[in-house]
């Protein structure tokens, strides 16, 4: 049987290869976790700031509204401003602001601020107007922001509504620093990233020797189709001998004893003297014309048994094998050129074989389809493969539509495709029409 080799499977690679994609994915992971996380944080820092600034605005600032601070009195003003730092300074608030419904502050921890009027933002205005308390990035370019500082340039800033017992509403609002929000998106990622990416190390250590035996059945599935194509080809092989000999111990047989026959019948007819002399030599001639039909025919079939069986490569070599391949190219009109340069060590004989059965179909192509005038075979190596070339200057064809459509012919070129591939070489085909065609082959040694 013939021992054909597929690329092994490396499972050194295969490990190797599982545990980059693994750690990359961990990576990636890792990112996306912190990535969720801080988003997680400022969610729960924002909802924390409208929460408390809700609480201040119902249950302390309302309560401390009073007429005097509504006028601008200084010292309902300090008063208020006492009563607001002693709740604020455990909060983590930066800033402090009360407005009127005209834009007027009536409070600010910014003393600088107080009295002056600014225009309320949407934002703004849809607080007083629904009482739905707000957060959002502040601005410090604003011009109320002006007396505003802080390490990141960004604070967060909520309305409330706030409605005291006589009057209109007012709208109390505070500033809370991003480190709280940075403080609580390392508290959340500290928190979950040793569950997650924990997890995910004990999957991936789950998963490597699953991924090991997955590659060894790889390797036995390989070593399987290994196998199944060494039998298929064998048992091609072998019901191609089967053939040529039943046509050469059969038909080719009979077919030559008929020739014989009609040759001795013809001679036999030339010489005969009757007195239907025209008679007699017409007899003749159609003798010699079906003796020379049986002889082309008997040169046809000897033809076919070579392709069934080609020639022993062991004993006469690949390069002797195509040169008497190309005999029938000349015999039909095509000047062949044949470049043959073989390594110094002899090819595998599944390599051989298969070089010779593709330039035999190539060469058929030739004859039958490509009303070519020259055909070269050429083949070539380096240190790891053998190249092969043939090439005409033929008429050329639509491959991929030859190839998707096998009753249209080239089908043999698409099953030996298949063949190449599972030897582990290459084998394209170059054409169009009007330019000939190349075949092109790279097998290993």
Do not use: C
């Not at 059969?250 to 014989?260: E, F, I, K, N, W």
């Not at 391949?325 to 090819?347: C, K, M, N, Q």
Request: glycine share 6%.
């Amino acid at each position: 049987m013939s021992d054909v080799r597929l690329p092994p499977v490396s499972l050194r690679r295969i490990a190797v290869r599982f545990i980059v994609i693994s750690s990359l994915g961990l990576v990636a992971l890792a990112a996306v976790t912190a990535l969720l996380s801080r988003r997680i944080a400022t969610q729960e820092a924002i909802i924390d700031a409208r929460r408390i600034t809700t609480v201040i605005s119902d249950g302390l600032v309302r309560q401390a509204v009073t007429p005097e601070l509504l006028a601008g009195d200084p010292k309902a003003i300090a008063t208020f401003g006492e009563v607001v730092r002693s709740s604020i300074v455990p909060l983590a608030m930066v800033r402090t602001k009360l407005w009127d419904s005209s834009g007027r502050l009536l409070y600010s921890d910014e003393p600088r601020l107080i009295g002056q009027r600014f225009p309320f933002g949407d934002d703004a205005t849809a607080v007083l107007a629904t009482g739905v308390t707000h957060a959002e990035v502040s601005d410090l370019t604003d011009a109320e922001n002006r007396f505003d500082k802080s390490g990141d340039s960004r604070l967060l800033e909520v309305y409330a509504r706030v409605t005291p017992a006589r009057g209109e509403p007012l709208l109390f609002e505070t500033y809370f620093g991003y480190d709280t929000i940075r403080e609580s998106s390392r508290r959340v990622w500290q928190a979950f990233a040793p569950v997650a990416l924990g997890s995910l190390l004990l999957l991936q250590l789950l998963q490597f020797p699953l991924a090991w035996r997955t590659a060894r059945r790889l390797r036995r599935s390989q070593d399987e189709r290994e196998r199944l194509l060494s039998a298929a080809i064998e048992s091609s092989a072998a019901e191609r001998r089967r053939i040529a000999m039943d046509l050469h111990d059969g038909t080719v047989q009979d077919l030559a004893g008929v020739s014989l026959e009609l040759a001795a019948a013809s001679r036999r007819a030339s010489k005969r003297d009757t007195p239907d002399e025209a008679t007699s030599h017409e007899d003749a001639r159609l003798l010699d014309h079906a003796s020379a039909r049986v002889r082309n025919a008997i040169t046809s079939l000897r033809t076919l048994l070579v392709d069934l069986y080609p020639p022993n490569l062991d004993d006469t070599g690949i390069a002797q094998a195509l040169s008497d391949l190309t005999s029938r190219v000349s015999a039909r009109g095509i000047e062949p050129t044949i470049e043959i340069d073989l390594p110094d060590r002899p090819l595998r004989r599944e390599t051989s074989a298969l070089l010779h059965r593709i330039a035999q179909e190539a060469q058929r192509n030739v004859i039958r389809h490509a009303s070519a005038t020259q055909m070269t075979l050429r083949i070539t190596h380096d240190p790891s493969l053998v190249v092969m070339d043939v090439i005409d200057d033929g008429s050329g064809f639509d491959v991929d539509g030859a190839l998707a459509r096998p009753a249209d012919g080239h089908v043999g070129l698409r099953v030996l495709q298949d063949l190449v591939s599972e030897a582990g070489g290459s084998m394209t085909i170059n054409s169009d029409l009007g330019v000939g065609t190349t075949v092109h082959v790279e097998l290993p040694q």
